[in-house]
């Protein structure tokens, strides 16, 4: 009994010392923990490591200005397609492109886009728009159609000036039903939109830099304005491609009105008349083929007994 009261005594002070060390442990572990914690909190109190704070502080700011940077370039990439492939409709389905000269509608995009007093050369009173040259209307062209709000520009002009050339756009047609859209008012009205949201995103300027590229409300006002103004300019080629498939409409109807002018004009050929003249002609060949037999009959008749009678007689008489 006593063997065993040892034995149990022993076990106790063993699990007492190993709760005890638990303890002492836990304890220091707890001590070193907060040590630690109120040291790096007193660091970043102290500001002892700016660069890791000022990262820290940037990064939001950053990654938003570069998603809305990406969220900008694919809204630029696709209005730019879009008026790319209206562009490259239009030019293809004329001999001589719509672009090959400064068009009276060009020039008065052109002069709209430099805030210019439009000149006098009205394309819808001359029925067609004229190229009216003047210094500088090239290069200002070529600028124009480079420009990343110009395009628009540029392809507004390019689709008046496409619908202007059909000779189906003098029909009454248009007057008659009241689907007739003002090609020169369209363009001014495009035009002078676009120029304006130009200058206002030359107000807002690039990206904020600086101490204001960490200005969470400058960012964030920075971002509203920049997809503010690029809703309007998705508006603008979403006008544009409805005046482009106004010009196809048009294009249609000059379509069938070519069918019928051919039909009318081909229908001046009588069938029925032509009919019995083709069975007259028939009829004719028929008669001269068995008059040519016969004459080929009547060939070998005087050829073969004929002739050689006639020349027996002439030597007769000569005796």
Known sequence: MMFVAGAVFVVVVVVALVLLMSLAVGAFSAMFTGMRDDRARRRAERNDSPVEASHVAVRPSTDALGELADELRLAQATRWASCQSVQRRIEGQWTRSPAGGANDYLVLALDLWHNRSPGNSDPDEAGQAEPRDRLGDWTELAQLNKDRIGKIVWTTALVADSVSRYPAWKLDFFDRHSVRVDLVGEVTAITTAAAGLRDQ???????????????????ATFAE??????GRLDGLVARVE??????????????????????ERVSAIDEFEHVVDAERDRAESDRVRNLADESGVLAAIYLDEIAPLAKSLKQSDAA
Do not use: N
């Open 201 to 219: 995103l030359a107000i807002l300027g690039d990206a904020p830099a600086g101490h204001l590229g960490v200005d969470d409300e400058v960012i």
């Open 225 to 230: 304005k920049s997809r503010l103004l690029s």
């Open 242 to 263: 409805a005046f482009a498939e106004y010009e196809q409409i048009v294009a249609r109807i000059q379509q069938r009105q070519d069918k019928q002018s051919w039909l």
